[in-house]
């Protein structure tokens, strides 16, 4: 059986091995189409800046025949502060032009945190309101601005209520739709599972993490956060194969993106995740 739906994998992940001399931008990409990726996700901050910088990536995906599936935007809503308020939306829309040069039709949200003499509700609702002011814009571009389950922010967005309620407020699905991030809802004590039942009418993007529990810690994880740490997607408690199978088999065809943890080589560990991701998608669904 032939997989359907294209793979993507997010560089920032590899960063710290590009800074380090470790492997090259141009070697990465490469690299990647090589062990079969369709695309690569980029935060915006990897592509502004110098005209030379677009013009670069723009080449390296063009040669390695590889699309770009979103841009990740990290700005922050949630502040009492006015002008705080009106940046954050300045940088969605960039990231809405960003992705338009590409002819790249997903952008994704993160960042946003909760401050003191804030509550989690007015939060959401801050963060929706810096969405519907750039809506139109987005509409017109043809971009589709999503939210995610951000594990970093566990009381603001990050269970599956929350992000609901943060969509309904933009003005529902036809506005903002949502990344399901398989990895981040052991943030909140959710089951994925659970919560693919509730989200997948308004899913338009995937990432791929896992997570093992700090204390079952195996040679080779890297990457802790609360409680927690990145581990090879086919292992830890985030039942990946189970999600993916599900994912893809309730009428997904977007894209499913890798969020790499247990970084050693760069293209050893973007293989490792991709044969596992792929072979899942290959699989008929067996239920459960």
């Not at 770009?68 to 002008?83: G, I, K, P, Q, R």
């Not at 050693?264 to 991709?274: G, M, P, V």
Request: charged content about 25%; glycine content about 12%.
């Amino acid at each position: 059986m032939r997989r359907s739906n294209p793979v993507s994998v997010m560089t920032a992940t590899f960063i710290g091995e590009i800074v380090a001399g470790k492997i090259t931008l141009e070697a990465l990409m490469a690299g990647l189409k090589r062990i079969g990726f369709d695309g690569v996700e980029m935060f915006l901050r990897e592509l502004i800046g110098e005209a030379k910088s677009l013009g670069r990536v723009r080449s390296l995906l063009n040669n390695n025949d590889l699309k770009l599936s979103c841009v990740s935007v990290f700005c922050d809503f949630v502040s009492t502060d006015a002008a705080v308020r009106k940046s954050a939306p300045e940088r969605l829309r960039a990231g809405i032009e960003t992705a338009g040069e590409f002819g790249c039709t997903r952008v994704m949200l993160a960042g946003s945190m909760l401050k003191e003499g804030i509550s989690p509700v007015e939060g959401r609702k801050m963060i929706a309101d810096g969405i519907v002011t750039e809506a139109e814009f987005a509409r017109q571009a043809g971009v589709t601005v999503m939210v995610e389950d951000f594990g970093a922010a566990p009381t603001l967005i990050c269970r599956a209520a929350d992000c609901l309620e943060i969509i309904a407020l933009a003005g529902g699905s036809q506005r903002v739709k949502f990344t399901f991030d398989t990895g981040n809802f052991v943030f909140v004590g959710e089951d994925p599972v659970k919560n693919l039942a509730v989200l997948q009418s308004v899913i338009h993007h995937v990432h791929v993490k896992a997570w093992r529990a700090l204390a079952e810690r195996q040679p080779g994880d890297s990457g802790e956060f609360g409680g927690y740490i990145g581990c090879p997607i086919g292992e830890g408690v985030v039942p990946n194969q189970r999600l993916v199978e599900r994912i893809a088999a309730g009428g997904y065809d977007g894209w499913f993106s890798l969020e790499c943890g247990a970084v050693s080589d760069a293209l050893t560990t973007a293989k490792r995740d991709y044969q596992w991701l792929t072979r899942w998608l290959k699989q008929p669904y067996r239920g459960g």
